[in-house]
T-cell receptor
Framework: ETGVTQTPRHLVMGMTNKKSLKCEQHLGHNAMYWYKQSAKKPLELMFVYNFKEQTENNSVPSRFSPECPNSSHLFLHLHTLQPEDSALYLC?????????????FGPGTRLTVL | GESVGLHLPTLSVQEGDNSIINCAYSNSASDYFIWYKQESGKGPQFIIDIRSNMDKRQGQRVTVLLNKTVKHLSLQIAATQPGDSAVYFCAEMNNGGSQGNLIFGKGTKLSVKP
């Protein structure tokens, strides 16, 4: 266990559904990240929060909406997704963004959009 | 198990042999590097890191070598075991860059034959 948990582990949703992914870290870190992992592609950074402030939105479509209520929790709200959004969504945390510091990953949520 | 990437470079080794996984990084200004291991159905797991002021770092059964001249990173695994079977990928960070985010490679799939 890395100290980063994600729920749910698997999610199947229709294109008109609204769902949320949850991430929690128990490491006392101040930076949290959302990544998308698709087949044939390297890990893609989506969002970064540093001390609860969003510092990075890597040109992510608005149908993905992040929320960071505190340094330990991170959500990704999903709305009217497309089939090409099917992927493994990974959450990570580190001591703080920008520091030469290890990011620790959760197990991911396997998302399938029908 | 889940596929984390198709058409990845694959390295097949015999149990007990040493493995060498290579990574070419893109940014000559990158000054921090990490190797991750990702097993099927799991998130990436930190293995070892190295900063640019070093050219070698050793961990338990693993060694990372950094050649800044040719922008090359390698991961050596001694006495490879079946549990080492996974996808391995490197990540680079420009700590002095605008955001200091990790940039991930596509990965290499290591297959260990018993």
């Amino acid at each position: 266990e890395t100290g980063v948990t994600q729920t749910p582990r698997h999610l199947v949703m229709g294109m008109t559904n609204k769902k949320s992914l949850k991430c929690e870290q128990h490491l006392g870190h101040n930076a949290m990240y959302w990544y998308k992992q698709s087949a044939k592609k390297p890990l893609e950074l989506m969002f970064v929060y540093n001390f609860k402030e969003q510092t990075e939105n890597n040109s992510v479509p608005s149908r993905f909406s992040p929320e960071c209520p505190n340094s330990s929790h991170l959500f990704l709200h999903l709305h009217t997704l497309q089939p090409e959004d099917s992927a493994l969504y990974l959450c990570a945390s580190s001591q703080e963004q920008g520091a030469a510091d290890t990011q620790y990953f959760g197990p991911g949520t396997r998302l399938t959009v029908l | 198990g889940e596929s984390v990437g198709l058409h990845l470079p694959t390295l097949s080794v015999q149990e007990g042999d040493n493995s060498i996984i290579n990574c070419a990084y893109s940014n000559s200004a990158s000054d921090y590097f990490i190797w991750y291991k990702q097993e099927s159905g799991k998130g990436p797991q930190f293995i070892i890191d190295i900063r640019s002021n070093m050219d070698k770092r050793q961990g338990q059964r693993v060694t990372v070598l950094l050649n800044k001249t040719v922008k090359h990173l390698s991961l050596q695994i001694a006495a490879t075991q079946p549990g080492d079977s996974a996808v391995y990928f490197c990540a680079e960070m420009n700590n002095g860059g605008s955001q200091g985010n990790l940039i991930f490679g596509k990965g290499t799939k290591l297959s260990v034959k018993p």
